[in-house]
T-cell receptor
Framework: QQQVKQSPQSLIVQKGGISIINCAYE??????FPWYQQFPGKGPALLIA?????SEKKEGRFTISFNKSAKQFSLHIMDSQPGDSATYFC????????????FGKGTTLSVSS | GAVVSQHPSRVICKSGTSVKIECRSL??????MFWYRQFPKQSLMLMAT?????????EQGVEKDKFLINHASLTLSTLTVTSAHPEDSSFYIC????????????FGPGTRLTVT
């Protein structure tokens, strides 16, 4: 089922730094690319999302960059804070077959103070 | 808005018994809900797509007779793990397609199932 590849698996960033997480997808049958944040024992919460007709979307400290030709997209967290320490998942929505989300394997982010 | 709840949040059951997990959309109607399972420190794996009033669509490799899904109303989907075994212990999470933007999905808080 794994059609979305995410890296790195873990990331340590100093407070105030930029966190960058990358994802790549393997086919073109996706039409929506969200990022989710998950804290231990909780369900994922939608952070930011992008459609493939847009190359970049920014919401506060969070930015998605999307490269359709390379089938890659990334999450940038500016001015990272200790409260951002969590697991981040990229996902892609299937255009058909129930339009479910397929998730990457996740990145555990630790922001040191 | 767009709140999804799950009940129970934690459940412990004995091997061989069945357990039901409820997923509710609290402030919107959800014609489509999704069920995922997540093992510790791993990703969410889609189990099935649940459509109100029709049979669920299961992903390849998911046993439909073991994981029974019922979506009897526009606000409630249930997942029943039948004849549970220790290997079924996992974090089960449901999601629902949002009320406005059809692309957005909102997730419940998850249910931790432990089979002893």
């Amino acid at each position: 089922q794994q059609q979305v590849k995410q890296s790195p698996q873990s990331l340590i960033v100093q407070k105030g730094g930029i966190s960058i997480i990358n994802c790549a997808y393997e086919n073109t049958a996706f039409d929506y690319f969200p990022w989710y944040q998950q804290f231990p024992g909780k369900g994922p919460a939608l952070l930011i999302a992008i459609r493939p007709d847009v190359s970049e979307k920014k919401e506060g400290r969070f930015t998605i960059s999307f490269n359709k030709s390379a089938k890659q997209f990334s999450l940038h967290i500016m001015d990272s804070q200790p409260g951002d320490s969590a697991t981040y998942f990229c996902a892609a929505r299937r255009r058909t077959a129930g339009t479910a989300l397929i998730f990457g394997k996740g990145t555990t982010l630790s922001v040191s103070s | 808005g767009a709140v999804v709840s799950q009940h129970p949040s934690r459940v412990i059951c004995k091997s061989g018994t069945s357990v039901k997990i409820e997923c509710r959309s609290l402030d919107f109607q959800a014609t489509t809900m999704f069920w995922y399972r997540q093992f510790p420190k791993q990703s969410l794996m889609l189990m099935a797509t649940s459509n109100e009033g029709s049979k669920a669509t299961y992903e390849q490799g998911v046993e439909k007779d073991k994981f029974l899904i019922n979506h009897a109303s526009l606000t409630l989907s249930t997942l029943t793990v039948t004849s549970a075994h220790p290997e079924d212990s996992s974090f089960y999470i449901c999601s629902a397609r949002g009320p406005g933007n059809p692309y957005e999905q909102y997730f419940g808080p998850g249910t931790r199932l432990t089979v002893t």
